[in-house]
């Protein structure tokens, strides 16, 4: 039974979980014009009665239900965007694409490349789309930067990238949410905001993986041995470099900075941009000292880009383009996004391994 | 014999080379308002006298010598500035101060911190006031961000930086330049511009050693095993970390990014302000995420920072002070500047040591 929507090309959504991070991307459902919710999961009929009501889902076209299974059941859903714990992505991932949606997993995309891979066994067999809810990707001003990052002339050969993703975490927070929790999102803030690094380090190569990975020492963990703070340094074959921070216990600051050899990119708001309908980055080129290196230039200049849509909107009609071009076209899905979230996953693990072996050096896997 | 401009307080500086930089300072002594360019020596008379005409000195009141000794032995030079070869500022760093000169080093300053200390101890037993010439310590800017980052509220506790400072050696530097050769400056870009990296870390920190240091993996050197791009990561006890990437071979990139449990601190220019008369940095305060995560803020202001004289001129002013008063009043030299001197040698001995331990964590000497 397809609805009207579905039959207009429309991909259904339904939302298994009802975090905080469900608000945003139910919001961004609703704005992408090729998408739409109609059904929301949690373990609770009442929460997931409340979560339609407090984010203005229309009960009549929206069904509320009192399990995940009950949503993966639905044969109007086309699609899940599932935001629950890391711990269960590996179930209930799985467990998606068995039924034939697919899937629009939230990040960390799980607690490890081998539950991941598990989890992307699936989607293939099934033939679904997966895509990880990294949001940054699909704003526009990350394919503004990336026409830069490959200018040979202007950018060059890329150098070396420094990240930094930190914000403070209230009591509250480091007390009860599920990303302090060892059972819950046993990675803490290396799979949180430390995913954003990672991930903005990737595209910065253009997804060639590190050789070598590093952890810092002394990373801060809770006492229940889920890092709360961590960092990481990241080397190529060919001497490229990069190193990251990331943290629950430091002032909001989001950093990308590659420098290449001809160019310097520096965005400082690259995971969330500050405003939400247009972002910047600032970018120089073949800068250079004046007599007497009393002053140089040229300055950075800043690109401003504008967003029509929020990047969770851009993200959920990206998904949707492609689970429509799977649908209607019968074509096959996207490889590049499993791709990469399977890339980041990797060297997340190589992160936790070098803390693990006493911050020796890892070899990323393959 | 004190000349009238000794006799109302101006430091008389005797130039020890004839290098590019050396023009800087040339410049920069003739802006000071206490200081004053009485004599220059190269190893050739000729090459001196070029430099008076070159740089606008009067050959009545400056005098032009032949060899680095007839500047020592002349009793009218209060100052050494000497910005000959790192090879070199062992021997003539201890032979200046052993001729009661006050010495203004340039950078680095040794090739170890065992060849400072030599230079440190002669400057001891002298007398005399020791400096190294890194300009940026003196802009006002830096005063200002000091007064962010000791601010307990805004600022709060230090929890990371970075620091990158690079710029494109065109061919000639890489094949001709004092800083490719092993015998000259034989710690490369790291002694060059990862000096200021390593100080703009320190300086962060408020001079508090690290305990240990990592460098990266990869880090490209010439022909000759001079260091062409290199990076570190330091580590502190507390969990306070820093991470620096110094190199020829890219873009020119010169920033510190300073991140606190309230506040974030970012300069684009830190060690060379773009322009010369005024310097900017950026810094943020609780910035906190909008509901939903769609953005976040307050986003950093713009702090600019206007200099009445260049830095380095600043820094002559600041060394003459410091030598007028050991001069006049029968002060003793203020301890604060070879100290810090000696700690960013430590860290810089200490990145080197792990780059020939094959990329070990070294502990950083004390």
Not at 159 to 166: C, E
Not at 245 to 268: D, Q, R
Not at 301 to 329: D, K, T, Y
Request: glycine share 10%; charged share 20%.
């Amino acid at each position: 039974m397809a609805s009207a929507a579905g039959e207009e090309g429309t991909v259904r959504f339904g939302i298994i979980g009802c975090a905080m991070i469900a608000r945003k991307l139910s919001r961004a459902i609703g704005l992408a014009p090729n998408a739409a919710v109609v059904a929301v999961g949690s373990r609770s009929l009442e929460k997931s009665r409340r979560f339609l009501s407090d984010n203005g889902l229309d009960a009549a076209a929206v069904a509320a239900y009192g399990s995940y299974e009950e949503v993966l059941s639905d044969p109007r859903v086309d699609a899940v965007y599932l935001p629950l714990p890391t711990s269960l992505h590996l179930r209930w991932g799985v467990a998606a694409a068995a039924s034939g949606k697919h899937l629009l997993l939230e990040k960390p995309a799980a607690l490890c490349a081998a539950d991941l891979d598990e989890i992307l066994a699936a989607c293939d067999a099934a033939g679904v789309q997966f895509m990880d809810s990294t949001m940054w990707m699909h704003h526009p001003r990350t394919a503004a930067m990336r026409e830069l990052l490959s200018d040979p002339v202007r950018f060059g050969k890329l150098r070396t990238v420094n990240s930094i993703f930190t914000f403070v975490a209230g009591p509250s927070f480091l007390e009860n949410d599920i990303r302090v929790k060892p059972e819950l999102d046993g990675l803490g803030a290396l799979g949180d905001v430390g995913w954003y690094c990672i991930r903005g380090i990737l595209w910065a190569v253009d997804y060639e993986l590190p050789e070598s990975v590093v952890a810092l020492r002394h990373p801060v963990t809770n006492a229940a041995g889920v890092i709360l703070s961590c960092g990481a340094s990241l080397v190529w074959k060919d001497g490229q470099t990069a190193t990251f921070h990331c943290s629950f216990l430091a002032n909001m600051t989001i950093e990308l900075t590659a420098v290449g050899s001809a160019g310097t990119l520096h965005a400082g708001d690259f995971v969330i941009p500050a405003e939400e309908r247009s972002a910047a980055f600032s970018f120089s080129s073949c800068a250079e000292f004046s007599d007497l290196h009393t002053s140089w230039g040229p300055l950075p200049s800043r690109h401003v880009v504008s967003s029509g849509l929020p990047q969770e909107a851009q993200m959920v009609a990206e998904f949707s383009r492609l689970v429509g071009g799977i649908r209607g076209a019968g074509g096959k899905p996207e490889k590049k996004w499993p791709d990469i979230t399977r890339k980041t996953q990797l060297v997340v693990d190589a992160v936790k391994a070098s803390i693990e072996r006493g911050f020796e050096p890892v070899v990323v896997g393959s």
